[in-house]
């Protein structure tokens, strides 16, 4: 039973539950827009799809600087640096399907402005479940996010990504995505 403010919060009793710990990153690029993925998962096509921020799981002995430039370049082909990086200042946990799991996960969210516009994106360092999973990418100008109607992953990133670019410290409530 995952737990939220001190009270219990109830998981859905359908699949094994993964617990841990992961950072997702908000990449701005020289023109403020933020780099999303496309995602389905093809063990429920019952969810449909949603534009997610780049990230993952935090292996053991990294830290959440390491786990966030390592999934960057694993996912988008994205060299990074740790000082580059913004301090994870949105702070969430969350449970959703994936994979024939129910993953459970604190996750922390932080920035990092690239110099350049936009690059293309290079998934050729993707696990095999991304290759078949991520079927698109875009750089969203960050108005275009905040008005979309479209589902995203943190659920809430259109409401709270300005409060995020501010520098705001966001302690976001449990999210049930799925």
């Known amino acids: 039973m995952a737990v939220e403010d001190g009270l219990p919060v109830s998981l859905p009793d359908d699949l094994p539950i993964l617990e841990r710990s992961a950072v997702r990153v908000v ?36 830290t959440y600087q390491d786990a966030a430039i390592r999934e960057l370049r694993e996912e988008a082909g994205i060299v990074a640096v740790a000082s580059r990086l913004g301090p994870p200042n949105w702070r969430r946990r969350a449970s959703f399907r994936s994979r024939q799991r129910r993953h459970l996960q604190d996750e922390v969210i932080v920035t990092l402005r690239l110099p350049i516009p936009g690059p293309d994106i290079d998934g050729s360092e993707r696990v095999e479940y991304e290759r078949e ?14 008005a979309s109607r479209e589902r995203f992953y943190p659920g809430r990133l259109p409401v709270l ?9 966001i302690d976001e409530p449990f999210e049930l995505f799925s």
């Open 27 to 62: 990449v701005l690029d020289v023109h403020d827009r933020v780099l999303l993925f496309h995602i389905r998962d093809h063990d429920h096509p019952d969810l449909g799809t949603w534009w997610e921020l780049p990230g993952g799981g935090i292996d053991p002995g990294e």
């Open 161 to 169: 990504l300005p409060a995020v670019l501010e520098g705001q410290e």
């Open 133 to 146: 999973d991520y079927f698109d990418f875009r750089w969203w100008p960050t108005a275009e996010i905040c």
